[in-house]
C-alpha cells in the first residue's frame, strides 16, 4: 500500500501571500489531519476531516483553513502568510473505526518558508 | 499550561546505553498513548502504543505507562546509532481523533 503523500515538499513564500497544500491518504482512510510542526511549539493540529466535514478544528487563526474531496484527499490553505507561519506542515490519513485506537500514518509533511 | 510536556533534551547516548524518555500530561481523558519516532526531513512513524496504564515491550522498547502520575516513559536497551532521532510522545482519548503531542526530544546515539 502507498503511504501517505504531500506536495508540494518545499515551498518558499512571501509575507502576505497565500499557499495551498496538498495531501493524498494512504487508500481507504478517510479521516484526514492536519498538524504545524515547529521546534518551539512541536505538533500542534490544526485539523481533522472525515468524510469531506471538519470534525476537530485547532487553536488556529482563520487564515488557516481546509478541505476534504470526496477521494478522502485533502488541501489546506494559509492565506495572507506571516513569518511565523514557517513550519513543517504534516498530513496525517486514519483508518478512524469509531471508539478505537485509531493509528495516525503521517507523510513526510511540506517545508513552508515565509520570507 | 500545555497539555503534554516534554523535555526536550538534546539527550545524547554512548552506543549500548539504557535511554530513557519521558512526558507528562494533564488531561485524565487521556486513555492512548503513542509514542513516535521521526527521523529528519521524515514524517513521525509510530512505535508503540499503549492503552491505559501498563507496560508494554517490542525487541528494544518498552513504554510504561502510569495513569495516577500522568507520567508514560519509553525506554530503549542496547541503543544504535539508527536509534538517533526526534522521539515524539502522543496522547489521545477514547473518543475522537485528535492527537496531542509532546514536542519531542532529540537523542543522538554516539558510536
Known amino acids: 500500500k502507498a503511504g501517505v503523500t504531500q506536495t508540494p515538499r518545499y515551498l518558499i513564500k512571501t509575507r502576505g501571500q497565500q499557499v495551498t497544500l496538498s495531501c493524498s491518504p494512504i487508500s481507504g482512510h478517510r479521516s484526514v489531519s492536519w498538524y504545524q510542526q515547529t521546534p518551539g511549539q512541536g505538533l500542534q493540529f490544526l485539523f481533522e476531516?472525515?468524510?469531506?466535514?471538519?470534525?476537530n478544528k485547532g487553536n488556529f487563526p482563520g487564515r488557516f483553513s481546509g478541505r476534504q474531496f470526496s477521494n478522502s484527499r485533502s488541501e489546506m490553505n494559509v492565506s495572507t502568510l506571516e513569518l511565523g507561519d514557517s513550519a513543517l506542515y504534516l498530513c496525517?490519513?486514519?483508518?478512524?473505526?469509531?471508539?478505537?485506537?485509531?493509528?495516525?500514518?503521517f507523510g513526510p509533511g511540506t517545508r513552508l518558508t515565509v520570507l | 499550561q500545555k497539555e503534554v510536556e516534554q523535555d526536550p533534551g538534546p539527550l545524547s547516548v554512548p552506543e549500548g546505553a539504557i535511554v530513557s524518555l519521558n512526558c507528562t500530561y494533564s488531561n485524565s481523558a487521556f486513555q492512548y498513548f503513542m509514542w513516535y519516532r521521526q527521523y529528519s526531513r521524515k514524517g513521525p512513524e509510530l512505535l508503540m502504543y499503549t492503552y491505559s496504564s501498563g507496560n508494554k515491550e517490542d525487541g528494544r522498547f518498552t513504554a510504561q505507562v502510569d495513569k495516577s502520575s500522568k507520567y508514560i516513559s519509553l525506554f530503549i536497551r542496547d541503543s544504535q546509532p539508527s536509534d538517533s532521532a526526534t522521539y515524539l510522545c502522543?496522547?489521545?482519548?477514547?473518543?475522537?481523533?485528535?492527537?496531542?503531542f509532546g514536542t519531542g526530544t532529540s537523542l543522538t546515539v554516539i558510536p
Open positions: 502522543a496522547m489521545s482519548a477514547l473518543t475522537g481523533n485528535q492527537f496531542y
Open positions: 476531516y472525515f468524510s469531506e466535514t471538519q470534525r
Open positions: 496525517a490519513s486514519s483508518p478512524y473505526r469509531g471508539s478505537s485506537y485509531n493509528e495516525q500514518f
